[in-house]
């Protein structure tokens, strides 16, 4: 269904030319669903751009009160596209300039991508509407800043949630961890990058609830038609309330900190392996490589280097 606003003066409809997202809209609901299922939707530019105009389309519908943020086949989200395919082809939905989603910089430099994505991101926080994840499958990375931003996490149990690029390319993108997890697992997911169950993340307190798989669809409806029964304005001060709670204590100045401390990691020697790997050998190796002495992940198939030395120290240990 189209969503429409009709105010003083003139009246909006949404554009529903989306390829990389798909927008609803049923009464009070709106849902977003991330839709690259054959890349577990992997965070594309293009699909990051779509994304964020999408939230703006049901911020603008008076009818909508309450978003849900869900991904299309087996997975929430695989975390950002690491491929060639994560460019932008068109300007609709990106800035023309950078071909990255619209936030007012243009973000020139080889390192200003963390600072980008969390700049990205503050669109969600300060959107007008709640927005509920929900969240199945896989949620890696790049999803999880994506799920971090939301208002609302409800999680599949046996969903997989953690961070694995921290084991050899950069720190977090966004170091949300410290913010909605009790210090020590936040240093756990932070710098290891092991997975947690969904049921163990409603456990830490990270979402809100953990429901079976096949249960999932309709506790998330009916989480979000409780919550739309309540005003739209009522709504967006509640959530500019609580916002500006986190912002008192820092959460805007903490993440954007981050950035910065991932463009230093992204310079550190030993990430120059990663980027060999990549070059070399493909995306597909390098992760195998990444995750071998881990063993799971792409870690777990069986041409994945279950044994190999730390990056960094490949010519040590051959000495």
């Known amino acids: 269904m189209c969503g429409g606003y009709h105010g003083s003066g003139f009246t909006w409809e949404s554009p529903m030319s989306y390829s990389d997202v798909i927008y609803e ?8 669903t991330l839709n690259r299922p054959e890349k577990l939707n992997a965070l594309s530019n293009n699909l990051r751009g779509e994304l964020m105009e999408a939230m703006r389309d049901a911020e603008a519908d008076s009818e909508v009160g309450v ?3 869900k991904g299309a086949g087996r997975s929430f989200s695989a975390g950002y596209d690491l491929s060639p395919s994560r460019a932008a082809s068109g300007d609709e939905y990106v800035d023309k300039r950078s071909k990255l989603p619209y936030t007012g910089s243009t973000h020139p430099g080889a390192t ?15 959107l007008g509407k709640p927005v509920v994840c929900q969240i199945h499958g896989h949620c890696l990375a790049g999803g999880t800043e994506l799920a971090s931003v939301c208002d609302f996490r409800i999680v599949a149990e046996d969903a997989s949630i953690g961070y694995p690029p921290v084991r050899a390319m950069t720190t977090m993108d966004m170091m949300w961890a410290p913010w909605f997890l009790p210090p ?20 830490l307190g990270w979402a809100n609830y953990a429901v079976a798989l096949d249960e999932l669809d309709e506790f998330v409806v009916n989480f979000a038609q409780r919550m739309s029964h309540i005003d739209n304005e009522m709504l967006m001060y509640s959530k500019r309330a ?3 709670q986190y912002e008192t204590q820092g959460i805007r100045e ?35 490589w990444r ?5 799971d992940f792409r870690g777990a198939y069986d041409s994945a280097p279950k ?3 730390v990056a960094g120290m490949e010519k040590k240990s051959t000495e």
Do not use: C
């Not at 600072?115 to 300060?126: A, K, S």
């Not at 903490?254 to 310079?267: D, F, K, R, V």
């Not at 995750?291 to 063993?295: E, H």
């Open 242 to 244: 609580v916002n500006r």
């Open 67 to 69: 978003i849900i943020l």
């Open 25 to 32: 809209s049923d009464g009070r609901l709106a849902t977003i």
């Open 291 to 295: 995750d071998g002495p881990f063993r």
């Open 307 to 309: 044994e190999r030395a």
């Open 184 to 203: 020590a697992k936040a240093r756990e997911f932070a710098y290891i990058g092991d997975s947690f169950s969904g049921r163990e993340m409603w456990r």
């Open 112 to 126: 200003q991508w963390a600072r980008h994505v969390v700049m990205t991101n503050w669109t969600i926080w300060e």
């Open 254 to 288: 903490a993440l954007h900190s981050g950035t910065e401390i991932q463009a230093l990691s992204a310079q550190r020697a030993a990430s120059a392996e990663w980027g060999r790997r990549v070059r070399d050998e493909g995306l597909k190796a390098a992760l195998e």
